[in-house]
């Protein structure tokens, strides 16, 4: 999608909260911002590298444990009479935490689990989210198990001089969200057409070719895992300081399964593709909620994902993108890698 | 002393199951590159397919379960030719997301139909359960280690010494081969699916009554049939009746000496330590992996 169509897209998102005033529409659309931000991390994954990680939701989950533990503070025993002992700090402090952390759980999983690659690869990320989250819920001198961590602190910024904003209200956390998704969207953009980017992209088409012309394969992978966490870390501290109250459920299968639903629907690989397929599905349980029972909306969830697989194999943006003119004009190096790489592995 | 025979009983009940569980999954993703992940879903059929025929059609406990396993191969060969057989020749991403969107379909259909509550199946036994000096254990319980050890036998007969058997191992190894020497790929596909489902179907029918059944109950099942794959390398069939025993054992030690909380978290700790130290499982053959 070329600049100008981002621009007019960013401008709409800052715009919505002019027409669109009703809290529960809003509250919809804040979730699903938070998600679209997890969904973009995975397609850096999963579309610029070709690795499927079902396990994404554990560094979503990781970051807003780690956010909001960082502002509530706790009091551990670890062995005997010695304990770990945090006092608050400010959920700003939580957030960059937040990113850290997970990032750095991105390259422990990254360099244990890159030697093996397809189904293997899958089931390794499957069960690391699981035993994530089975420590969640056993772990409860830390996490508080299954009575979930209440009471976490909105985030706070400083303001140099004007003293300190909370962000209490949806729509202030409506901007917070998409500036986060913005900066995001850029990180992958600028990343994506760095060299790093098009050495993805190689491994991806063909990993015996790209390793002969010397790309180091661990390297480039984890460095996508590593960047990839993070943002799923800063997603899961933006849901916490949001939500304000996090369980075990955090962790569920099913979120992993959203993100990927919203990745693939709107076209893996494409920039813009985890937006448009957020938008869509991040709002379509709005939709259905009045005329289904939650089953049958679960029903149309599955049966959606397997129509689009069977229709729009490549997704939203890809098909779509062509027919519109919108589709990237030939000028950068990266640019002439990127309509190959889209059409054979989308 | 007395605790760890007990433990011991109780892992040869679990692990005969959880071994039906592993050959049906292993025989899917060997011989089909499918991973497959309505797997749990058949096995929550089963078990509700034996409160259906027990409870509501009245028929005998003993009947209930041939009918359970042919109920569960019926719906793996209709969910391969609906949803599979169209996606031949796509990569194994393609299938695997079509196969998540079949499983949370399926399941969220089970939660409508059969409703959020635990149900339990009434089964013929006695209560008191059979007592050998410091070990004890339900009549149930040693009628489902048989019925797992009969199901296991047919099922390596079944590979070893059929024709269709014949088939699908030749289609495992190579399956453009395979096809040229006659082999109908296509329904040794849909046949391979069909037993694995009907295995995943048995042992959810087993353990069914054992335990009390309720629609996300197929979701840990899978997992540990992952596990059991993993372990005993793809594709085999001794790997996956070896490594069902090894993960009950796994289960059983950890919840009765570290925690019943880390009890289920067994199977993964195992998917992720094989990978790393042995990502072609204890038993393979040396296959690819990838």
Known sequence: MNRIATLICLAVFISVPLWLTDPYLLNALITTGIFIIGAMSLNLLLGFTGQLSLGHIAFFGIGAYVSALTSLGFDVPIVGDFHIV????????????????????????????????????VIVTIS???????????????????????????ITIGLPGLGYLVLKTKLQN????????????????????SHYGRAMRGLMENETLAVAVG?????????????????????????????????????????TVTMVIMVVSGGKGSLAGPVIGGVIFGLLPVFLRPIMPPEAQWITYGGVLIAILFVLPRGIVPTLAPLLGLSRKPGGAAAKVAPRAAEEHA | MAQLLQHLVNTLVLGGTYALLGIGLTLIFGIMNVVNFTHGVLYT???????????????????????AIVAGWLLGAAIEILLLRPLRGSDIDTTMLVMIGAWI????????????????????????????????????????????????VIAYLLINRTKLGRAMRATFQDHDTAALMGVNVSWVYTSTFAIGSSLAAAAGALLGPVYVIFPQMGDLAAVKAFAIVILGGLGNITGAVIGGFILALAEELGAGYVSSGYRDAMGFLIIIAVLIFKPTGLFARAERVG
Not at chain 1, 175 to 181: D, Q, S
């Open chain 2, 45 to 67: 059929f089963g078990a509700y397919m034996m409160f259906i025929v027990v409870h509501q059609l009245g028929v005998n406990f003993f009947l209930a379960l041939p009918l």
């Open chain 1, 128 to 154: 690391f989210a699981e035993v994530v989250r089975l420590v969640a819920l056993n772990w409860v001198e830390l996490t508080q198990g299954p009575l979930a961590l209440t009471n976490i602190p909105s």
């Open chain 1, 174 to 193: 409506y901007y917070l969200v998409l500036a986060v998704a913005a900066l995001s969207y850029l990180l992958i953009s600028r990343l994506v057409h």
């Open chain 2, 105 to 152: 379909a399926m399941q969220s259909g089970a939660l409508w139909i059969w409703g959020g509550v635990a149900k339990s199946v009434n089964n013929p036994f006695p209560d008191a359960p059979l007592v050998l000096g410091p070990v004890s254990v339900s009549w149930l319980r040693l009628f489902v280690l048989a019925a797992a050890a009969l199901l296991i």
């Open chain 1, 86 to 121: 945090h006092v608050p700090w400010p959920p700003i402090a939580g957030f960059v935490l937040a990113i850290l952390i997970s990032g750095f759980c991105g390259y422990l999983v990254g360099r244990l689990s890159f030697s093996v690659r397809g189904a293997y690869f």
């Open chain 1, 215 to 255: 790309i180091d394969v661990t390297k480039t992978l984890t460095l996508a895992a590593i960047i990839s966490a993070g943002i799923a870390g800063a997603a899961g501290s933006l849901y916490a300081h949001y939500i304000r109250i996090i369980d075990p459920d955090v962790f569920a299968f099913i979120s």
